[in-house]
C-alpha cells in the first residue's frame, strides 16, 4: 500500500503563490498517474491537474489552466503543485492522489490512494 502525503499549503493573498509536494512511502512502477484534487466546504471533491506516470502526458482542470503546473521528481517520489496567480476562489482542501492505470481521469472514483491533504486558503 502506497502512503501519500502532502504539504506546502499555508494562507497567501490573492495573486501570491504556493507550491504543494506530496511524497510516496515507495517507488511504484509501471503505468500510473499521479493527480491533484481539492475540495471545498459544501462541494464535492474536484480534479486539479494530472500527470503520466512518464511525465509525458498532463491535464489541467480550466479553472487553473496557465496558473497551476504539475511536475515530479520520481528519485525522489514526489509530485508537485505550483500554483501562481491564486484566487480566492482556489481556497480548498487540496489532495494528491494516484491511479493505477492511463489515461488520466478527472474522477476522484478511479484513483487508489490519496494523501490527508493541505489547506489552501486564499484571502482577498
Known amino acids: 500500500q502506497v502512503q501519500l502525503v502532502e504539504s506546502g499549503g499555508g494562507l497567501v493573498q490573492a495573486g501570491g503563490s504556493l507550491r504543494l509536494s506530496c511524497v510516496a512511502s515507495a517507488r511504484t512502477v509501471g503505468r500510473y498517474v499521479m493527480g491533484w484534487f481539492r475540495q471545498a466546504p459544501g462541494k464535492d471533491r474536484e480534479f486539479v491537474a494530472g500527470?503520466?506516470?512518464?511525465?509525458?502526458?498532463?491535464y489541467y482542470a480550466d479553472s487553473v489552466k496557465g496558473r497551476f503546473t504539475i511536475s515530479r521528481d520520481n528519485a525522489k517520489k514526489t509530485v508537485y503543485l505550483q500554483m501562481n496567480s491564486l484566487k480566492p476562489e482556489d481556497t480548498a482542501v487540496y489532495y494528491c492522489?494516484?491511479?493505477?492505470?492511463?489515461?488520466?481521469?478527472?474522477?476522484?472514483?478511479?484513483?487508489?490512494?490519496w494523501g490527508q491533504g493541505t489547506q489552501v486558503t486564499v484571502s482577498s
Open positions: 500527470m503520466s506516470s512518464n511525465g509525458g502526458d498532463t
Open positions: 492522489a494516484q491511479s493505477g492505470r492511463l489515461p488520466i481521469s478527472t474522477l476522484h472514483n478511479d484513483y487508489n490512494f
